[in-house]
């Protein structure tokens, strides 16, 4: 019987609400977070705001300073939902495996119907805006990864544009997230700077009106602390957002920058300040490619169909090589070169590979579940030659 896709996922994400909602594994560190921010909050609204509404000549600017903590808290705390409980960006799985991948060798070559055959390559190559890319094959999610996109060891997905793994809000931060995420950090900072510096202000009023700052001190000791944590708070989340500014304005990742920086790469990505920033403030929030909700298909239920274990190629290790890589073509879907043929063309292809002179279509296409390129009259037509010829001998 099918059942919905969140409760077959074979990541480690937990889901709410029927699967409209989708946490990372450690989800419970959202408590930590919403503590950090929930408690000064309240200390601030019990202590000091609502002190404040009596010091100033107008109580209508005494509420203001009220009402605009709880609403900003408000905002942070919506932020940091959309950033926890959404799709990060997580890339579908492949429910059939290309197994000959998973013990790739590049100068390994074994022998199949009396030829030499190499096994397909873990990496390919891929041009963005004119400049090869490097893409990988990931054995867990069995496609291979779309552009900056890779494999979180946390939450076990391969997610798109992939930034980092946040603790503190118990989500991967990617591609469909990371606008909610720089939201939320930069308004925590401003929500510091707003505590600190009404705090900072009602203890001015004690001070003019006790005279003394150790007055001051003992009648609000909450405005003290408060002080103290804001501005400790401040150099982390203020920090980070100063980060992630830098981040956008050169339009990298945070794994890309801390893994590729020795390495001298040349971003590729890179649109000039402008556009990099309206990629990420202006550019519409793409759907999610996974629908949690939906009911598993019976494809996808299916055992993987048996695979090519080599593919019949040309002489030298290098030619092999090049041809390989040739015919590995991706198009604009890369997850389609996961896709696997059934199990009876294949045979029917080796069949004919071990019997006949070596066809026009590379093997490649087959073991990609490319066969689509060439009509399977051809090979009707082949095979019905090829036996008449057997007739005459």
Request: proline fraction near 5%; hydrophobic fraction near 40%.
């Amino acid at each position: 019987m099918a059942q919905p896709v969140y409760k077959v996922w074979k990541g480690r994400n937990k889901f709410l609400l029927n699967g409209r909602l989708v946490f990372g594994p450690d989800a419970s560190s959202l408590i930590v977070t919403l503590l950090l921010i929930l408690v000064p909050v309240v200390i601030f609204c019990a202590f000091v705001a609502r002190n404040l509404i009596h010091e100033f000549p107008t109580e209508n600017a005494g509420y203001a300073v009220f009402v605009a903590a709880v609403v900003f808290t408000v905002y942070v705390l919506l932020l940091l939902l959309l950033t926890s409980a959404c799709d990060p960006g997580i890339v579908p799985r492949s429910p059939h495996p290309l197994e000959d991948l998973s013990g790739y060798d590049s100068s390994a070559s074994v022998e199949v119907g009396g030829r030499q055959s190499l096994q397909l390559p873990r990496t390919k190559e891929v041009f963005v805006n004119g400049l090869p890319v490097r893409v990988k094959y990931c054995e867990t999610c069995m496609i291979y990864r779309p552009p900056r996109c890779s494999h979180c060891s946390v939450c076990d997905n391969c997610v798109e544009k992939f930034d980092h793994h946040c603790p503190w809000v118990g989500q991967c931060i990617g591609k469909r997230n990371y606008r909610c995420f720089f939201l939320f950090i930069s308004s925590s900072a401003l929500l510091c700077i707003f505590v600190f510096s009404m705090s900072a202000l009602y203890m001015k009023f004690l001070m003019d009106g006790n005279g003394t700052a150790w007055e001051a001190v003992k009648q609000s000791p909450a405005s003290v602390v408060l002080m103290a944590y804001c501005f400790v708070l401040f150099w982390f989340v203020g920090g980070l957002t100063s980060f992630h500014l830098y981040l956008i304005a050169t339009n990298q990742t945070t794994y890309e920058l801390f893994r590729y920086k020795a390495e001298n790469r040349i971003n590729v990505y890179d649109r000039g300040c402008a556009n990099n920033y309206g990629q990420v403030f202006c550019a519409k929030n793409e759907s999610s490619r996974i629908n949690f909700r939906a009911y598993e298909t019976e494809e996808a239920s299916k055992p993987p169909c048996a695979l090519i274990q080599g593919l019949l190629v040309g002489d030298t290790d290098e030619g092999r090589r090049e041809k390989v890589e040739d015919n590995l073509e991706m198009g604009n879907d890369l997850l389609k070169i996961s896709q696997c043929p059934d199990t009876e063309e294949v045979t029917d292809v080796r069949s004919r590979a071990t019997d006949s002179q070596p066809q026009q279509l590379s093997e490649v296409d087959y073991a990609l579940g490319l066969e689509s390129h060439v009509s399977s009259s051809k090979f009707d037509r082949h095979h019905s030659n090829m036996r008449r010829k057997n007739e005459r001998r």
